[in-house]
């Protein structure tokens, strides 16, 4: 590694976290300028294919899940970290699989799974958009299905 002020190529690590299963940060400084700055060590694996609900395919992309659930999580007391922990769990689980392809559709119920338990009023956004509800009454079904868990699970309290 060579610095990214002066181009030096002594860089010693100053300290390294482990951010996530995949991700390593590390703090470095410069031997010769002395300047510090983080570098981050993702581990590289293998692409993985989305297949679109009309078909065609794409590349798995992180950043595109954390947006969307971003979006359905406005103005809700959930943290950047829940999020990224979510997004984790999600990309862990499809992973894990050994597939090299997985469809949008079990991107999404994996997704509203998790915001089910996370955060209720974000499962709602995110289904209202996933599902592309078409009236009120499909919206209103959800609502009402979500409603009945909610109760029967404080009965089993």
């Known amino acids: 590694m060579i610095c990214p002020f002066c181009s030096h190529p ?12 995949t991700e390593t940060r590390r703090r470095r400084e410069c031997l010769k300028c002395e300047k510090r700055f983080t570098t981050y060590e993702r581990v590289e694996l293998k692409p993985l294919q989305v297949i679109k609900k009309d078909g065609h395919q794409e590349l798995f992309d992180r950043e595109k899940i954390i947006r969307g659930i971003v979006r359905s999580c406005q103005k809700r007391p ?80």
């Open 10 to 21: 002594d860089i010693k690590v100053l300290e390294t976290r482990e951010t996530s299963e």
């Open 78 to 157: 959930i943290t950047v970290s829940d999020i990224e922990h979510l997004v984790d769990n999600i990309e862990h689980h499809i992973r894990s699989s050994g597939a090299d392809e997985v469809k949008s559709t079990k991107i999404g119920n994996l997704v509203m799974t998790r915001l089910k338990k996370l955060d209720k009023v974000a499962y709602i956004r995110f289904a209202s958009i996933y599902r592309d509800f078409d009236d009120l009454q499909s919206f209103e079904e959800e609502v009402s299905k979500l409603a009945q868990k909610v109760i029967t699970d404080n009965i089993k309290k």
